[in-house]
């Protein structure tokens, strides 16, 4: 049986950004409520203008759900800082509305965190609905480091080795001959599920602790969406808190397959904010060099596209992605989309 909330007598708050998914949202509501116990704990949801139905459902269905109502889009960093500002708990959560949350997850979550003092920040692995690991890219203050990282990310190479138990193999045995920026590109997959310090953890299910926010700050909001938990993780290690990923512990990520491909609708807002993460880190000679890489990166693959283009039946397919890899390349050689507000 959950405990109630009290005044000042909060463990964790947990933060959920919404905006036109009031199915994954139920479910994900639903989730919390059926997976966390023995942990004092307010749910505060933050509706970034849905038009979809969702602040009805959880004012119907979820009355004791927090629910504040944007009437305009205020972006993951700044309705999760809206949570924060009404916040109790001694640790805040930031969870997807796309997520399930399997038993257990935020009880070690917490507790690994009641047991490090000096650790500022927790994540958990990410899995597919189908079970199978969804990797994300471990970025770290590096510049070169980044660099390699887009662009192994720009061309898929992970997809190359398409076999789990193959990309286990390869992270576990080749790793050191691979180096150790395509090792934490590939450290998902690694079968341990010991506890160990990242730069890095995602913003789908990632656990602060209020002390560290209270001395680092609040998420940066000139990054609409992407990368504002790259920069998050950053700070507080800057500040010496520590970051650990728990890949024992494990959320379910119902993300789309089509975000996770070359070119996509949101490949734009994506690069616009590793623009300003550059930006912020690098100056301008990080910028330039991020543009080069981006640009020559697409123009590679928009070469490929137009054989395809022009040799397969599937020609509708194609001339999308060759539009949309136009755009990005467009969008990367202005020089006004990733200044500082």
Same mark, same amino acid.
């Given at each position: !049986?959950?405990?109630?909330?009290?005044?000042?007598?909060?463990?964790?708050? /947990?933060? /959920?950004?919404s905006y036109n998914t009031k199915d994954l949202l139920k479910t994900c509501l639903e989730s919390v409520?059926?997976?966390?116990?023995?942990?004092?704990?307010?749910?505060?949801?933050?509706?970034?203008?849905?038009?979809?139905?969702?602040?009805? !459902?959880?004012?119907?269905?979820?009355?004791?759900?927090?629910? /504040?109502?944007?009437?305009?889009?205020?972006?993951?960093?700044g309705a999760n800082n809206q949570a924060f500002s009404r916040s109790k708990g001694r640790f805040f959560l930031l969870l997807n509305s796309d997520?399930?949350?399997?038993?257990g997850t935020i009880s070690a979550m917490t507790g690994f965190m009641e047991l490090h003092s000096q650790v500022g920040i927790v994540g958990c692995q990410q899995i597919r609905p189908d079970g199978s690991i969804q990797p994300t890219i471990n970025f770290s203050l590096n510049m070169w480091a980044n660099l390699w990282l887009i662009f192994l990310s720009l061309f898929q190479w992970?997809?190359? /080795?398409?076999?789990?138990?193959?990309?286990?193999?390869?992270t576990r045995y080749l790793g050191w001959a691979l180096g150790k920026t395509v090792g934490s590109y590939l450290h998902h997959y690694s079968?341990?599920?010991m506890p160990y310090e990242v730069d890095w953890v995602p913003g789908?299910?990632?656990?602060?602790?209020?002390?560290?926010?209270?001395?680092?700050?609040?998420?940066?909001?000139?990054?609409? !969406?992407?990368?504002?938990d790259v920069d998050w993780c950053l700070r507080m290690k800057q500040k010496g808190w520590k970051v650990y990923f728990l890949p024992g512990n494990k959320v379910v990520h119902y993300v789309t397959q089509s975000s996770e491909r070359i070119f996509d609708g949101v490949?734009?807002?994506r690069y616009k904010s590793a623009f300003y993460f550059f930006t912020k880190y690098y100056g301008e000679k990080g910028v330039l060099l991020l543009r080069i890489l981006v640009i020559v990166s697409i123009l590679i693959q928009e070469g490929f596209f137009l054989l395809l283009y022009l040799s397969s039946d599937r020609r509708e397919e194609f001339r999308k992605k060759l539009r949309l890899g136009w755009d990005l390349v467009k969008f990367s050689l202005s020089f006004d989309n990733f200044a500082y507000k």
């Open positions: !049986m959950l405990e109630s909330n009290k005044l000042n007598d909060v463990d964790l708050t /947990i933060s /959920i950004i409520y059926e997976s966390i116990s023995r942990i004092r704990f307010e749910l505060i949801v933050v509706d970034n203008g849905s038009l979809d139905g969702s602040k009805e !459902m959880i004012k119907d269905e979820f009355p004791e759900v927090i629910l /504040i109502e944007n009437k305009n889009n205020a972006g993951f960093a997520t399930k949350l399997p038993a992970k997809k190359l /080795i398409l076999n789990a138990r193959a990309r286990s193999f390869v079968p341990s599920k789908v299910c990632l656990l602060a602790r209020r002390e560290a926010i209270d001395q680092v700050g609040l998420l940066d909001e000139n990054f609409f !969406m992407y990368n504002e490949s734009p807002l």
